[in-house]
């Protein structure tokens, strides 16, 4: 924290442990605390756009991953998943509601029988596609509480980060 900058709710829970515990350093609590709190706070508001669609944060996720997909806007839901980094059960579960509001079908795999495929229907296709829309505009307000400036900082930054955290992966398929 910089000298004349007002203190936050991080800042008043570091001096708490300072004074409680000098013995441990409390300012990784600077960044991950109000990265943290950050999350929290995107999320909130990215969900009010998903909701105001009558999607889940999950929901409009695997709608737009299908959507991602290009023509025929279709995927296994292994796919689905590995797009979405969520287990296959969750997909599942995901998959039933949309289903359920016909906004996608499933079908048996024309190369594998067993296997299945998720496809965006017209109307999810539809409704993606405005949610979508709607969904960058709100990011782009979020974003535009930073200069151009800081925003390509932070990117960078968190980009370096992620790849760290996250460490080298094998191309698909190894």
Known sequence: MKHGEPIDHVARIQADWRRERPDVDVTPQGVIGRLHRLAGRLTEEL???YGHHGLSEGEFDVLCALRRAGEPYERAPGELAAHTMVTTGAMTKRIDRLERAGLVTRR?????????IVALTTPGRELIDLAFTDHMRNERNLLDLLTPAEAE???TLLTTWLSRM?????????
């Open 108 to 116: 048996r795999s024309h190369d594998d029988q067993r296997g299945r």
């Open 166 to 174: 996250e460490g080298p992966r094998a191309p698909d398929g190894e």
């Open 153 to 155: 900082s932070l990117e």
């Open 47 to 49: 969900c009010l756009v």
